[in-house]
């Protein structure tokens, strides 16, 4: 999942790098630059400020099924893709979970 505060000053996300899994592995007071070159505007920011955001794709699963199913014929490209779809979906519905349960304030 992304994190991400919305800048106080243009609303753009300002996305940062951060392996928390809920707020509360978050500092609960931190500083962040805009990342939008107009703005810049750097500011103060609460821990209950952030959001996160899944990155996960379905598609992608499916296409690294089809790739990979490829060195194996068209039948092997169809039944990758396919493979690969229900991983996709899995592993996106997996990250929609946990960004649900950060966003929720779950701990």
């Known amino acids: 999942m992304r994190l991400f505060v919305l800048c106080n000053h243009c609303n753009q996300k300002i996305y940062f790098n951060s392996t928390a899994q809920s707020r509360n592995q978050l500092p609960s ?7 939008n070159l107009s703005c810049g505007h750097v500011d103060v ?6 959001t996160a955001e899944p990155t996960i794709t379905a598609t992608s699963g499916a296409f690294l099924g089809g790739i990979l199913g490829l060195l194996l014929g068209p039948e092997g490209a169809v039944g990758g893709a396919l493979l690969g779809a229900a991983y996709g979906k899995k592993k996106q519905d997996e990250e929609q979970a946990t960004v649900d349960r950060f966003n929720s304030g779950w701990d």
Do not use: M, P
């Open 29 to 35: 007071v931190f500083q962040l630059k805009c990342s």
């Open 45 to 50: 920011y609460y821990s209950r400020n952030v």
